[in-house]
C-alpha cells in the first residue's frame, strides 16, 4: 500500500505545475482572464484583469483592478484601480490608483499605492508612498515610505529608512515595545503609541499554539481522515444521482485540465465578484448571504469533484481500468482527497495545488455553462 501511495504522490508533484502549464487567456466585457505557468501580461488590459499561475509579470497597464494569485507576482505597469494579490513573493514596482491588499511571504512595494494598504508577510519592504492609510502585520518590516494617513504596524522588528514618515498616528504593536524606537522625523512622538501585543484587540485566538499541541497527533489524523471519508460519500452520492453526468465531468476534465482550470478560476472569480456588486447596492445587499452561501458550496463541490478526478487519473496512470461500482469510484475520490491532503502540508505548494483542485473540478462542472453563454453570444 506504501508504494502505490508514493507513486501517486510523486505524480501529483510532477503533474500539478503542469496543469495549468499553457498559457490560456480570454477577454469579457474589458475583463482580462489569464492563467498558466509563467504568465507575462504585455497588452494594456481595459478593465480588471484576473491572473493566476506559478510566475506573473504584468507589464501592460491595467484600466481596473488587478486580482492576482501564484507563487510570484511583479508589477512593472500601473493599476488605475484595486491590486489584490496572493503569493509567495510579491513585487509592487509600479503605481496603484486604489486600495492594495496582499499576503505573501515576501512583500515589496516600492511604487506609490493611492488609497489604503493592507498587507500580511513575513518580511516586507514599504518605499513607495501611500495616500491613505496603512494595516500591516509582518515579523520584519522595513519602511521608507511616507504614509499620508494612520498606520497600524504588527511587527517582529521594524526599521526605518530616511523617506520614512506617518502623517497620521502611528500605532506598533509588538512582543517586546521596549526594543522598538521611533525616530521622530517618522512621527512626532504624540502621534505614536508602542503597545504589547497581547493588548491588541483584534489578537483573540480560539486555542493557543501549545494547547493545540497538547490534542496531539491523534486528533489531527481523525479530522484529516474524517474530510477523507466525507469526500468520498459525498462522490458516492454523486455517482449514484447523476452518474452520466459525473462521467462526463471527469471525462472533460481529463482530457483538457489546464482549460478546466481556468474556466473554474473564471467561475470563481465571477461569484466573488458578484458578492462585491450585490452588497454595493441597497436591493442586492439581501442577497449577499445567498451569493456566498453559494460560493461555498460550489467550492466544495469542486474540491469533491476534483479530489474525483485526480483519483481517477491517478488509477490510471497506474496503468488501471476505471472501475464500474459506486463504492469503487468513491474510493478514488477518498484517494485523491487523501493524496491532496498530504500535498496540501508541502508550503506554498500545497496551497497552489488546492486551489488547482477546487478550480479543476469547478471548471469541469461549468464547462457546459460557458459553451451555452458562447453559442448565445455568437447567435447574437
Sequence with gaps: MLKPLLVSSLALLIAAPALAQDNQSFSLGGDTYTAGRVVSQTAPVAADLFAAGERITITGPVGGSLHSAGRSLRLDAPVEGAAYGMGYVIDLAAPVGGSASLTAAEITVSGRIGGNLRAMASEMVLSGDIGGAVLIAAADLQLDGAIAGDAVLTVDSVSFGSGARVDGTLTLYADDPDEITVPSSVASPDRVSIRDIEDHPDIEAPMDMREMAGEGFGAMLRSFLIGVVIVALAAALAVVVAPDRVAAVRMRALAAPGRSILAGFVAMSALIGAVLVLAMTLVGLL??????????????????????????????????????????????????????????????????????????????????????????????
Design 287 to 380: 442577497l449577499v448571504p445567498v451569493a456566498i452561501a453559494l460560493t461555498v458550496v460550489l467550492i466544495a463541490a469542486g474540491y469533491v469533484a476534483g479530489s474525483y478526478v485526480l483519483g481517477v487519473g491517478l488509477w490510471q496512470l497506474a496503468g488501471r481500468e476505471i472501475p464500474d461500482g459506486v463504492a469503487e469510484k468513491a474510493g478514488l475520490a477518498a484517494l485523491g482527497a487523501l493524496i491532496a491532503g498530504l500535498v496540501a502540508l508541502i508550503p506554498v505548494l500545497g496551497w497552489l495545488s488546492w486551489f488547482a483542485l477546487v478550480f479543476l473540478g469547478l471548471g469541469a462542472m461549468m464547462a457546459p455553462l460557458f459553451a451555452r453563454l458562447s453559442r448565445l453570444g455568437a447567435a447574437r
